[in-house]
């Protein structure tokens, strides 16, 4: 089986540049969710102290993530504001000091076996930084070790323009290399895979320098065919084996882990510090000076533009993500999160819409899908509101990838439809669950 995809324009126009720290921004917005799961729980109110590192949110539930300071200062006020999916979420505001004060109390977390391990992970605030924000803790809860077969260690970086992995593998390869010794330590997994495009070379080189020096770590160059760094294709395509439909990467034995989430872990079991802050790629056609961010989060897209010497034009798209997976901002005062991998600005030409026209029953959406759906099919089951029909065609599995979308001569806007028909078929299979 050969799982497809679709090449795309590489445009890490940024990968040479080391990351320019900046100073706290004025102030800093909090969403409480920036992870998948409920969202946190505010822990401080208007008026209170903070430094960088306290915490000021706390995990509500099983799938959450604590939330810490990134600045120090004082908090402003606690506000509903409109976050990259539209919805209304709780922020905190802080205003910063601009003197980055650490949080007194902040120590290395003390860790001796699984289960420190994991509730340090779990303290540290850490998710998903490719993107996902998914809480990582959760990916190492196990009563048997024997099922984790190996660490799939995710560096393709497969979007256009981002580039903040590629900076955390040249500039960070200590504690990557730290964060497997504790991936192997406390989980007990021998085998780790590097799966990395083949568009990286330095970074290729670092990894394979790391892998040299350290047992049981191997590199896997993959050709820069997007979406490599999707989970199920990384894991097929470094391993060879499938994740079963509807299943998770540990029914075949397997952690998949960004490298960025990996280097942090590492930091923070040695410093304690908790996540406050984040390397950014700025770039887009609207930017004038492209360039990796490290900078408060919280920090706002108007705040990092600036960073990167402005804008040429009036943006007329401010995209969380690359051009392919990434989210409208709703506004220039939209703040990064914690899964804020890249901000991009895009100019009028690069973000005009084309022109859509009538399906013409080509199959290249279905011949690109990575899990051979057929968007074409679900387009049209959307458009009778077939939930059924959606359900049969399994829209549910589809992973947002925008392949289909990218390669129709028509230009459907199939990836939209998809996001919809999956809220269509949700609510069909709940009102099932209620026996409505
Ligand atoms: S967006 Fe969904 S349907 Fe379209 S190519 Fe990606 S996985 Fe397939
Ligand atoms: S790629 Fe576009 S035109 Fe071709 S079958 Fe799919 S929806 Fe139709």
Request: charged share 20%.
């Amino acid at each position: 089986m050969k799982l497809h995809g679709i090449h795309v324009p590489h445009r890490k126009n940024t990968a040479q540049l080391p990351p320019v720290r900046i100073a706290p921004p004025k102030t800093v917005v909090i969403p409480m969710s920036m992870h998948i799961g409920r969202p946190a729980k505010p822990v401080v109110k208007r008026g209170d102290e903070v430094k960088v590192g306290t915490l000021i949110a706390q995990a509500d539930g099983y799938i959450s993530a604590p939330i810490h300071s990134s600045v120090s200062g004082k908090v402003q006020k606690i506000d509903e504001i409109t976050i990259m999916n539209g919805s209304k979420v709780p922020c905190i505001l802080i205003d910063s000091d601009g003197l980055q004060t650490p949080d007194e109390n902040i120590t290395p977390p003390e860790v001796h076996d699984l289960d420190s391990f994991i509730d340090a992970v779990k303290n540290s605030g850490s998710v998903g930084l490719g993107g996902a924000g998914f809480p990582t803790f959760v990916k190492f809860v196990t009563k048997d070790l024997s099922v984790f077969k190996y660490v799939i260690i995710n560096a393709a970086e497969c979007e256009p323009y981002i580039t903040s992995d590629t900076r955390t593998m040249l500039d960070r390869t200590d504690s990557i290399k730290k964060g497997i010794e504790a991936l192997k330590k406390y989980l007990g997994v021998k085998t780790f895979i590097i799966g990395i495009e083949d568009n990286k070379p330095e970074a290729i080189a670092k990894m394979k320098e790391l892998a040299a020096n350290t047992d049981g770590v191997s590199v896997k160059v993959l050709p820069a065919m997007y979406p490599q760094g999707g989970e199920k294709v990384l894991i097929y395509n470094c391993t060879g084996k499938i994740v079963p439909k509807g299943g998770l990467p540990l029914d075949v034995g397997a952690i998949v882990i960004n490298v960025t989430t990996l280097a942090f872990i590492a930091e923070y079991l040695e410093t304690g510090m908790p996540l406050v802050e984040k390397c950014v790629t700025v770039d887009g056609s609207a930017v004038k000076e492209p360039k990796n961010v490290i900078a408060p989060i919280g920090t706002t897209f108007a705040d990092l533009l600036e960073a990167a010497g402005g804008c040429k034009e009036d943006p007329a798209k401010l995209l969380y993500g690359g051009p392919m997976m990434g989210i409208t901002a709703p506004s220039a005062d939209s703040p990064i999160m914690k899964n804020t991998n890249a901000v991009i600005a895009m100019g009028k030409k690069e973000a005009k819409p084309p022109r859509t026209t009538a399906c013409i029953n080509c199959g290249s959406c279905i011949n690109h899908c990575p899990l051979r759906l057929d968007p074409r099919e679900i387009a049209l089951a959307y458009k009778t509101n077939d939930a059924e029909a959606l359900e049969k065609l399994c829209v549910d599995l589809c992973m947002e990838c925008g392949c289909c979308s990218y390669i129709c001569p028509a230009h459907r806007p199939l990836v939209q439809t998809n996001k919809l028909s999956k809220l269509v078929l949700r609510q069909y299979q709940n009102s099932k669950k209620e026996g409505k």
